[in-house]
């Protein structure tokens, strides 16, 4: 009697590898033991999709702002952080420190810096940003994580780049800028639609501007998907092969509902590879 290995149980085997070692892999750079390589999980939300208008998914896209299209800065601009409530402030008990994720310029890496609230009364940050795609609480009082919202304008543009609603503690916006000398390796993205209503479609898009250093309007549309509340409220597109999305680029989720007031949900997730 043979006591080697059948070839059904070698198949078995390489399946088993081919399944884990992605996952394993994510680990690892998650972990940050693969040098110039970064995990990336966007997520965001738009509870205000109107019929027939897109909406980028992020968080000023509600009823209240009622802004469907996240415009960036026209240059690198410092930001006005301040918040709709008083309580947001350095000894209050809404949020008392928040940190800012952005980029200076297209040709520079992510950088953070951490701003002391001061409730209605703005703080100016201390770096000039093309972009903020990221905002937290850090540290809150006993009504936090933040009491009111929280919003980063620019300065001379006096638009919003960033907002981090009432209590939810950060930002919600699938939107993200890639420098020159990244690339990000997009793995999937995601949607799912909430809404009161018998049957509502919602397209999706995923959107990215290859030209983010030269203007920051124009969006070529690289993958669509739909959905509706009827049958599959919940969408996920697994690319096989990373797309990849060579900096300077923004990437951003953009939807488009039958009725209005849809709650749309949605993110994606990659590595970020410095090149």
């Known amino acids: 009697m043979g006591y080697g290995i059948t070839s059904h149980r070698i198949r078995r085997i390489e ?10 892999f994510g680990l ?34 509600n009823t209240s702002d009622d802004q469907p299209i996240w415009v960036a800065p026209t240059a690198a601009r410092v930001h006005n ?3 709709a ?5 350095s000894a209050g ?9 952005g980029l200076r310029t297209w040709d520079t890496a992510e950088v953070s810096e951490v701003i002391t609230m001061h409730g209605t009364s703005h703080v100016a940050t201390t770096n000039s940003y093309v972009i903020i795609h990221r905002m937290k609480c850090c540290t809150w009082g006993t009504s936090g994580p933040n009491v009111g919202n929280i919003k ?19 930002t919600q916006m699938a939107i993200y800028g890639v420098p020159r000398g990244q690339t990000l390796y997009m ?46 409220n919940y969408i996920r597109h697994e690319f096989g ?6 900096g300077p680029c923004i990437v951003k989720l953009q939807a488009n509902a039958s009725a209005n007031n849809t709650n749309v949900d949605g993110g994606f997730s990659g590595i970020l590879v410095t090149e």
């Open 15 to 24: 399946d088993d590898l081919n399944n884990l070692l992605p996952i394993q």
């Open 28 to 61: 690892l750079v998650s972990r940050g033991l693969i040098t110039d390589h970064k995990s990336l999980n966007k997520f965001g939300r738009s509870n205000n999709v109107d019929s027939g208008v897109d909406t980028d998914i992020w968080d000023m896209a």
């Open 81 to 83: 952080i301040v918040s």
């Open 85 to 89: 409530e008083a309580t947001d402030t």
């Open 93 to 101: 008990v809404g949020a008392r420190t928040i940190r800012i994720y």
């Open 152 to 170: 980063a304008t620019a300065v001379t543009n006096a638009t919003v780049t960033a907002q981090i609603l009432a209590g939810e503690g950060q």
């Open 187 to 232: 793995c999937d993205y995601y949607a799912s639609i909430v809404k009161g209503a018998s049957s509502v479609g919602v397209a999706l898009k995923l959107l990215v501007n290859t030209y983010a250093d030269n203007q920051l309007t124009g969006f070529l549309t690289k993958h669509t998907v739909g959905a509706t509340t009827e049958g599959t």
């Open 241 to 246: 092969v990373p797309s990849g999305y060579a």
